[in-house]
């Protein structure tokens, strides 16, 4: 009995003295989809099938930092978002927010990210048996923590557990084709 008490009192003095050696052990992050919108424009539509619409896409989250420490601690807030061709493909990058740096102290930071508007066509002409679908289609996003200077991942969280295999060193986020904001 005094074995595993003395045992149990070593083991938190170990991860006592490690979150000390590392106070990024301490944030975390909670990520909240808030927003989803997506407008159809119809260019025009025929009463034997052919049509030409335009469909644009947009989605927001909502994050929250939390640092369970005492000190203040810098850090740095990416956001990805993936997406993919509407017509076919892989999945790519859509767009990526660019680093929000926080002092993550006592209080919890809450803040919204926008995908921004990701826009398509779906243009059907079927008399002659054309159609051209444009654009991209939102699948989800990554927000990753890193540590300033050092970029070392401290935490991630995303809306499908398969993109945490985007994050592994042999496969980056950065290495997967990124649409230009403007098309």
Known sequence: ???RLVLALAFLIICIAARAADPLASVSIEVKPVGAKKSTRDGFKTDYGSYDKNVDRERSISITAHNFGRAEIPVIVRTWWIGKPAAVGQSRVLLRKEEKELALGKVDQQ???SSGL???RDMNLRII???RVDGHKIEGWIVTVHEPGTDRLVTHKSSDPA???LLKPQFTLSSLPLVKEDE
Do not use: D, L, N
């Open 111 to 113: 803040f919204v990210v």
């Open 129 to 131: 048996g054309h159609r």
């Open 163 to 165: 993109y945490a295999s």
């Open 118 to 120: 990701v826009e398509g």
């Open 1 to 3: 009995m005094i074995t």
